[in-house]
């Protein structure tokens, strides 16, 4: 606990030099207030970070944290209850393509989803999951968008070929360890802490397993209406949530520790955090998101989770929108 207190000492002399920093229409005039969700996730890193260490501020944005949890942040987002959040590609891409205003302006951070799989399981490939059971947390969510991808990868219809199963989040890996399903879909830290804990074995690991890992898992997402009425301001989000994501990537153990010290995230393990966080590869860029974003669309048409007549190549279009002063990050 005394490194702890350390390190979150240390945080708030970088908080007081990033807002010592601030722009002259910060000094001259009022912050504009903008509410951006998250939740209890390793990954929202870069979400408290530029709230506690002044990234928003320096935009000249007076940040509110709207806590929820993540399934049902997209609608919040849709309806304008939220400004903006960082959201995770493949569970929201089905929502909108059905009408959801949501937009994507830029990638965050690569792959925190796994497929595990018993320790003892004689499964060692993804073809070897033909005619097992696959649990995740909903069926049709994020960690179900990403093993259907997979299993589409590997020559495995996802609709005849695998049984899918629902539970509690929480519950997954006890699932798996009392033989309900046979493998789990899921997303970090539950998988990581199953894996070294010697319960469960990567069967595909987003964040180190090609191709997965070269595209982005979470980016950041906006109302649409508010990104079209405001861009300005859209803008000022998207720096400032990609320029956190900068600072996570170099300093991930002090990341760890501030979500812990200020009891963002359930999880107390800084070690275990910060090592995720180098994983996830935090390297923003709106380029890359805008092509991980046609690539998803075109992988979840050929898995068959978008609708027949849906064009990938309009969807993605349609679901991206190009903010002003963004060049940094290009």
């Known amino acids: 606990m005394k490194r702890l207190t350390m390190t979150f000492s240390m945080l708030l002399v970088a908080a007081a030099l990033i807002a010592a920093g601030a722009s002259r229409a910060q000094e001259t005039g009022r912050l504009k207030h903008v509410r951006i969700g998250t939740g209890p996730g390793t990954c929202q890193a870069p979400i408290f970070v530029a709230h506690d260490l002044g990234f928003f501020k320096k935009e000249g944005l007076d940040s509110e944290l709207v806590f929820s949890e993540f399934d049902v942040q997209k609608e919040q987002l849709a309806t304008g209850k939220i400004d903006a959040v960082s959201g995770l590609l493949d569970k929201w891409l089905k929502p909108m393509e059905q009408g959801l205003d949501i937009k994507f302006s830029a990638g965050i951070h690569f792959g925190c989803l796994q497929i595990l799989v018993p320790i003892d399981s004689p499964i ?152 995720l966080l180098r994983l996830y590869n935090y390297t923003p860029s709106v380029t890359r998101g805008r092509e991980a974003v046609l690539n998803s669309a075109k992988a979840c048409k050929l898995a068959g989770i978008l609708d027949p007549g849906t064009d990938p190549v309009k969807l993605a279009a349609n679901i991206w929108t190009d903010l002003p002063g963004l060049t940094k990050f290009k």
């Not at 069926?139 to 991808?149: L, M, Q």
């Not at 400032?240 to 107390?268: F, G, Q």
């Open 124 to 275: 060692k490939s993804v073809r070897d999951l033909k005619g097992k059971r696959i649990g995740v947390p909903v069926i049709g969510d994020g960690p179900t968008v990403f093993a259907s991808r997979v299993l589409v990868k590997n020559d495995l219809n996802p609709k005849s070929d695998v049984q899918w199963l629902s539970f509690p989040q929480q519950m997954l890996t006890v699932a798996m360890e009392h033989k309900d399903v046979d493998a789990v879909s899921l997303g970090d830290p539950l998988t990581e802490i199953a894996v070294q804990q010697g319960k469960a074995r990567s069967l595909v690991n987003a964040s180190t397993d090609a191709p997965w890992k070269n595209d982005y898992c979470c980016l950041v997402a906006l109302n649409g209406a508010f990104a079209k009425r405001d861009p300005q301001t859209a803008a000022a989000i998207t720096r400032a949530i990609l320029n956190a994501a900068v600072w996570v990537r170099e300093h991930p153990r002090e990341a760890a520790s501030l979500m812990i010290e200020k009891n963002y995230i359930p999880s107390k393990d800084v070690q275990l955090n910060a090592y």
